[in-house]
């Protein structure tokens, strides 16, 4: 570990600052989400450990989405501070990458303006859901799909996914959670709906996302698909925006962060 860090940091820190933005893909199975929390592993806690035993000073990082307990993601963007010009970028990603556990990669590492931040820049989120409606669910497919065993129509969930494009008040697709937004207007860009055999992928853009909104919106487009739901229910829900009154929330192994958009 001492040639690790002397290998990347031949020289004492000076006082150039530099932000540091970080491409992350992960399977959030094990974690308890992206923030630290006192109640088990995060994927916060986890960069946190291994950067501070590569560079050898407490090291803070912002993502850019709190993803959640069992969320996944392939597109995660986090920023972290370096007070060296001296470090290089391409040794700490690799020395990185060999002390994170498999289930935690970096992709990428470069150096951002000193203004950039990556949650209030964003532009745009994508994130993907699946689901599989056969009767038995592949073990390949435990850790990344909701096992939903019902024949779902996929017009019917096509048609309510319309209802949802555009500026909303989306209270109705929010659970609740303390400290959570008081303002749940969000703007939803596009929802497209792909048949995959007996499996469905959910794509979702939009702007921001209020919490478990993905997952809310996932749940009552298969409750809609399943006629758990009337068809077009989706308007009466937004207008009297009582979550209960809405579908149940995806779990979260069908969630993948996949990608955000920065102007």
């Known amino acids: 570990m001492e040639s690790m860090v002397l290998s990347l940091a031949s020289s004492p820190l000076n006082a150039m600052t530099r932000n540091i933005k970080m491409t992350l893909c992960y399977d959030g199975t094990s974690?308890?989400?992206?923030?630290?929390?006192?109640?088990?592993?995060?994927?916060?806690?986890?960069?946190?450990?291994?950067?501070?035993?590569?560079?050898?000073?407490?090291?803070?990082f912002q993502a850019a989405s709190r993803?959640?307990?069992?969320?996944?993601a392939e597109g995660q963007i986090v920023n972290f501070h370096l007070k060296s010009n001296s470090i290089c970028l391409k040794k700490l990603l690799q020395s990185a990458n060999?002390?994170?556990?498999?289930?935690?990669?970096?992709?990428k590492i470069e150096e951002e303006s000193p203004f950039f931040h990556p949650t209030l820049d964003s532009r745009s989120k994508e994130y993907h859901y699946r689901v599989s409606t056969s009767f038995f669910l592949s073990p390949f497919k435990t850790r990344t799909h909701w096992h939903f065993p019902c024949i779902l129509d996929e017009t019917l969930m096509k048609n309510g996914a319309l209802h949802l494009i555009g500026k909303k008040d989306f209270k109705a697709f929010t659970n609740h959670k303390k400290n959570s937004h008081k303002d749940t207007?969000?703007?939803?860009?596009?929802?497209?709906?792909?048949?995959?055999?007996?499996?469905?992928l959910f794509i979702?853009?939009?702007?921001?996302?209020?919490?478990?909104?993905?997952?809310?919106?996932?749940?009552?487009?298969?409750?809609?698909?399943?006629?758990?739901?009337?068809?077009?229910?989706?308007?009466?829900?937004?207008s009297q925006k009582l979550r209960m009154k809405a579908g149940v929330t995806a779990p979260a192994c069908g969630l993948v962060l996949k990608s955000i958009v920065y102007a």
């Open 67 to 72: 993803t959640d307990a069992g969320v996944h």
């Open 185 to 200: 207007i969000r703007e939803v860009f596009s929802i497209e709906i792909v048949k995959e055999g007996l499996d469905f």
């Open 31 to 60: 974690y308890l989400g992206w923030q630290k929390t006192k109640e088990g592993p995060s994927i916060e806690e986890t960069l946190e450990k291994v950067f501070e035993k590569i560079l050898q000073q407490k090291t803070s």
């Open 98 to 107: 060999k002390l994170l556990p498999s289930d935690i990669l970096i992709e």
């Open 204 to 238: 979702i853009k939009g702007d921001h996302f209020l919490y478990k909104m993905v997952r809310n919106i996932v749940g009552t487009l298969c409750y809609i698909g399943c006629h758990k739901l009337p068809y077009d229910c989706i308007e009466s829900l937004l």
